[in-house]
Nanobody, 120 residues
Framework: QVQLVESGGGLVQAGGSLRLSCKAS????????MGWYRQAPGKQRELVAT???????NYADSVKGRFTISRDNAKNTVYLQMNSLKPEDTAVYYC??????????????WGQGTQVTVSS
């Protein structure tokens, strides 16, 4: 099995910063793409940012210039540095990772989510 555990969410005032972390563990051979998604109340889950093993990144237009995704391949961990937070960033943030186990390709996994609340 592969488990993803997020941390770092919380309550912050508009203009503030938070850093989310997500660590993958279990019987993992390697982790390929990793990413962050979010879901606000009454809305669909949406992509925030993704990063490949080689470090290529992709961001939603709404977070470009404010959020930075990074990863530590040795630790199977992905980070999301969120600056200049806005009330509209309020959502549950989910980590996503594409995993290979020793038995072969295993697919995509999701974390349990971490709440980010930005007050105005």
């Amino acid at each position: 099995q592969v488990q993803l555990v997020e941390s770092g969410g919380g309550l912050v005032q508009a203009g503030g910063s938070l850093r989310l972390s997500c660590k993958a563990s279990g019987t993992i051979f390697s982790i390929n793409n990793m990413g962050w998604y979010r879901q606000a109340p009454g809305k669909q889950r949406e992509l925030v940012a993704t990063i490949t093993t080689g470090g290529s990144t992709n961001y939603a237009d709404s977070v470009k210039g404010r959020f930075t995704i990074s990863r530590d391949n040795a630790k199977n961990t992905v980070y999301l540095q969120m600056n200049s937070l806005k009330p509209e960033d309020t959502a549950v943030y989910y980590c996503n990772a594409e995993a290979y186990r020793y038995t072969g390709y295993s697919g995509y996994y999701w974390g349990q989510g971490t709440q980010v609340t930005v007050s105005s």
